[in-house]
């Protein structure tokens, strides 16, 4: 397939429908309408149902009713259509049912802007609903990478029948770059879907719930979600590594669009002799704690930067997955504020010079 | 009485044989029951779905013996949206409350009525919420008591109750909407009739459909259900007159 | 001859089929049933028309309906 120059939402847009996501529910909103304008002409060609909905309360539940049919369904939005969505989603989980969630952020909390930001890690990885339920999350930093892992998301979808959110920011979104699109889209066997609602015919009748008031019965259906997320943690945990050896002193912690700036810092400082490593997380919830604790662990690392587009929330994942082991320093601009590489070069250097390296971060007062 | 002879009348097939929870009286079980027969009637059990609300009749999964999907309060006819864009070869019905439509629901039901989309709502409006103990509704009718207006609902402070047939009759989208009630056996067997009506017109894939059933409750009306039925009578049909709001057919005159 | 049975294990007592019933023929019951209601009961089963009146009014469905032929259908149900 040759490769076309494609802007992110509209690649996501295309990549959904190379997986056989036919079925996309939406409401406008910056910066990603684009997704649904896209599909508005493409999603008649491939024979799918395309419906922009009231709110983003009434799209998440449509995707409740879509996802009962067991076809693979999606939707896409922005932070504040998200926050509108997490009560559909905590009932997705508690249902079992399988759906895409894609939140290309912008800045927050309330109305916020519209400029890229990374505020949303929170809510998309601690759960933006009530209830004791995790989503699948990945974070790609290129356009490519939204592709594969929105085609991916669905599998995993389906997988786990669970809610899996891919989260970028409005860069991703935005952001024009060569992409390659597969001619099908190549996945591992799934079971069939024979849970779905499809009308009682030679069975008893199926009930797509999340209610058990028997306080016993809904602790055992938590605890089939919670087998699910250790599954996750076990084999869906996927993060890159950039330049990291023996010889970094730095390692810094970054992922999506952020992280991307930080490989463009790394490639600068190389050439006037610095060493920095960059522990990309793809998937941020299974989050890659062993994997970062490994790193870390290296002798010659002797502080980790964590670099987001928001003031810090990743940071405590890091905090946790590191627990003391080496000091943890945190660099954000929020709001739509998106770091330049000078902005993380003087950074490090900050960190190089006075040599904080060795004494842990100290809470401002 | 040896049950050698004709029965003329027994629990339609698409209704579990089971005793519901609903309180004695209460006319969600007669509502129940006509949907089952309408479905039974039509031959479509097998390809039916339901949606369950958020409200005392959240567990019709347990009595109409058809797939279910259990929405959260209000959601119902996005859900029914969703399932039904994707299934349009199958039979979908919402069942909710006054509550659960005309409070936290209205934006999900006017929509999807807007848009046309091919499902049949049951619309129960007992004017009061049931399940958590008898607060007002959107539907609770002026001076009506409720335990969260105790001096009687005081229409300076929270306006009138909806009158969602007329409302959602306003839309020129076409749909099938009517309003029956369920008090007594000449309006129970006139609501079958509608809601029939209702499940023919998606068998025929020709619009929107909702019936509002007037229901009673005779526990948090603090009434015997003889009382309610006379209260439905004397109160409830004069706020919400019964009759056909709107029909798909009806030439569009403007 | 037309009949009705109620079971009593589904009437709760509401007594609605009583004041439907056209030849008023149905009581309330003196004792209760295991749930505690008192139940629906016909305390002259000759005079029955078979109306099913009360089956259609009982919100339990407790109450099936019988006729060897002679049926009064007062209206389509």
Redesign the interface.
Known sequence: MARILMKGNEAIAEAALRAGAK?Y?CYPITPQSEVAEYLARRIPEVGG?F?Q???E?????????????G?R?FTTSSSPGISLMQ??IS?MAG?HLPAVIINIMRGGPGLGGILPAQSDYFQATKGGGHGDYRVLVLAPSTIQEAVDLTMLSFHLADKYRNPVSLIGDGMIGQMMEPVEFPEKYEEPELPPKDWA??????RM???????FLDPVALEKNSHLLQEKYERMKEEEVRFELYNVSSKIKILLIAYGTMARICQTVIDELKDDGVQVGLFRPISLFPFPEKQILKEVSRKNVEAVLTIEMSMGQMLEDVERAIFGAKPVHFYGRTGGVVPSPDEVKKQIHKLLSTDQGSRPRKRKA | MTRNNRTIFERPEALYDVVTHYCPGCTHGVIHRLVAEAIDELGVREKTLGVAPVGCAVFVYNYIKTDFLEAPHGRAPALATGFKRLRPDMIVFTYQGDGDLASIGTAEIIHAANRGEKFTTIFVNNSIYGMTGGQMAPTTLPGQVATTCPMGRDVSLVGYPIRMAEMLATLKTPAYIERVASHTPRHIVHAKRAIKKAFTYQLEGKCFSLVEVLSTCPTNWGLTPAEATKWTEENAIPYFPLGLYKQPDEMESD | MPGITIDKNYCKGCELCVQVCPQQIISMSKEITVRGYFFAQVHDPSRCIGCRICAIMCPDVAIEVHSNGLVYSLFDY
């Open positions: 079925h529910f149902v419906l909905g009231e709110s309360v009434a799209v998440g539940n449509m995707l409740f009713g879509a996802a009962a049919t076809k369904v009560e559909a009932y249902a609602a499809t009308g009682c015919k030679d009748p199926y009930i797509i719930k999340s209610l």
